[in-house]
């Protein structure tokens, strides 16, 4: 028999397991002698398989977020660019001028918008070489307009 000094108190007693039946102190019979209840190690492993999956999940939404976000910056940039400049149906050779070198500045993160950006740059280019009379470089700067506007909803408009 445990005496107990003034001030202490006695341990609790364990929850009974899962399936109720305990011994009188505690034990569950069906467990064996200094092992958990049964059940307990399933509902470890459940949890930390949820765990895992979860982090899993997490890691794969945070890896391609950066990858639109730059995506949407380039996209942002190139509006911006394209905004700027003479008006390019009364002055497309001075339009095309100011739209060259700003769009070489940018850095587009996928490999469908560099090219479109190049095309457009190229496009601007042959338009300007030619004082802005070529209808073949208006119509490349249409054709590369489109490119950009179907990456970037609105950017070449």
């Known amino acids: 028999m445990t005496v107990w000094s003034r001030g202490d108190d006695p341990p ?8 109720g039946k305990t ?9 064996g002698p200094g092992r958990a209840p049964a ?11 949820g765990l ?4 899993a999940l997490l890691a794969a939404c ?11 910056k380039a996209c942002r940039q190139v509006s911006a660019v394209l905004a700027n400049g003479p008006d390019p149906d009364t002055d497309p050779a001075g339009h095309a001028a100011a739209q060259i ?14 090219a479109a950006i190049s095309r457009l740059d190229a496009a601007y ?3 300007f ?10 119509a490349a700067v249409a054709a590369a307009s489109k490119d950009i506007n179907r990456i970037c909803p609105g950017a070449a408009t």
């Open 12 to 19: 609790s007693p364990p929850a009974p397991p899962a399936g």
């Open 23 to 31: 011994t009188a102190r505690g034990h569950d019979p069906a467990a």
């Open 39 to 49: 059940g307990r190690p399933a509902q470890v492993l459940t949890l930390a398989a």
């Open 52 to 55: 895992a999956l979860t982090l």
């Open 62 to 72: 945070s890896r391609s977020a950066p990858a639109a976000t730059a995506t949407q």
């Open 101 to 114: 070198l700003p769009l070489r500045r940018i850095h587009a993160p996928g490999r469908d918008l560099r």
């Open 125 to 127: 280019q042959e338009l």
């Open 129 to 138: 070489a030619s004082a802005g009379r070529s209808s073949e470089a208006a």
